[in-house]
């Protein structure tokens, strides 16, 4: 680690082909932020993620990266942090990807509670295949594939979080620069799996969860006049529950949180191969080394 790090040398020399003005930019830049903040580098950082327009991000940031399949950024994500636990492993997914098909593999992330940080990019819609209604939609939402709205409840991340055993819960807005990078720095510091669920908007699809519906929306628990004790389980359940409002801050920690590899002894990198192992076994090894 380093703590002479800027956040640009974790830009890659990729040009990202999102949209002009998609939140995953913001998303992204926090991260870096974060990463560079608690004196991370590009050479002990790895980046997994899944599909979807978050899906790019692991080609636009400088690390060790891994484009996953659909769903399945968490599990990936879980094996690199328990074979070498010295690795700041991020994962980064988007709705679909997240709750949907990768809905169990979350579930049981968030259960183990391994030392890494999950950041989903929450657009509300499915956006690379151009506009559908995703997990997180409103009922009301009418997309090509929901006409007249979905007529269904949303799903609620942070309460499946919460009902999974989530020892840190968070929401961010990505256009809030500052305090989005600062909730993910929180992420990254908590001893257990932080996850940050971003509201991320899709400018051409999502006409509805727009810049301005969320600036307008945010209720920041972390305002000086806003009584949030993020310690007291009740009380993050009543927030997390009440969905007539837009949160954003640290919506549940619990301080004494210890991560997987910790509470089970996995402490040490487990990338040295000892001696007398099968020789086809060693070039199997060898081959993604």
Request: charged letters at 25%; aromatic letters at 10%; glycine letters at 10%.
């Amino acid at each position: 680690m380093s703590s002479n790090v800027r956040f640009t040398e974790f830009k890659s020399d990729k040009q990202p082909t999102w949209c002009p003005g998609c939140g995953d930019f913001g998303t992204m830049n926090g991260m870096m932020k974060a990463l560079a903040e608690t004196g991370n580098d590009p050479d002990n950082t790895f980046v997994v993620a899944g599909i979807g327009c978050s899906g790019k991000i692991g080609t636009y940031m400088h690390s060790y990266a891994l484009h996953g399949v659909h769903g399945r950024a968490l599990p990936v994500g879980t094996g690199v942090k328990i074979a070498n636990p010295d690795l700041e492993v991020m994962v980064a997914g988007g709705d679909g990807d997240g709750y949907s098909i990768g809905a169990g593999h979350f579930v049981h992330a968030v259960r183990r509670n391994v030392d890494m940080t999950y950041v989903v990019m929450d657009n509300r819609i499915y956006g690379l295949t151009k506009g559908q209604f995703s997990p997180t939609s409103r009922e009301d939402f009418e997309t090509s594939t929901s006409p007249d709205g979905t007529n269904q409840q949303p799903v609620n991340p942070l309460a499946l979080a919460l009902a999974s055993g989530g020892t840190f819960i968070a929401q961010s807005f990505s256009s809030d620069s500052q305090r989005h990078a600062e909730i993910v720095q929180e992420a990254i510091e908590h001893d257990g799996f932080g996850f940050v669920n971003v509201y991320s908007p899709c400018v051409t699809f999502n006409d509805v969860d727009t810049y301005d519906y969320f600036r307008d929306a945010i209720v920041d628990v972390g305002d000086d006049d806003f009584d949030h004790d993020r310690t007291d389980y009740d009380d993050a359940k009543d927030l997390i529950l009440d969905r007539d409002k837009e949160y954003q801050g640290v919506i549940y920690q619990n301080e004494s949180s210890v991560g997987y590899e910790t509470r089970e002894g996995v402490e040490e990198p487990m990338t040295d191969i000892p001696d007398g192992a099968p020789e086809d076994a060693m070039d199997l090894v060898r081959e993604f080394y």
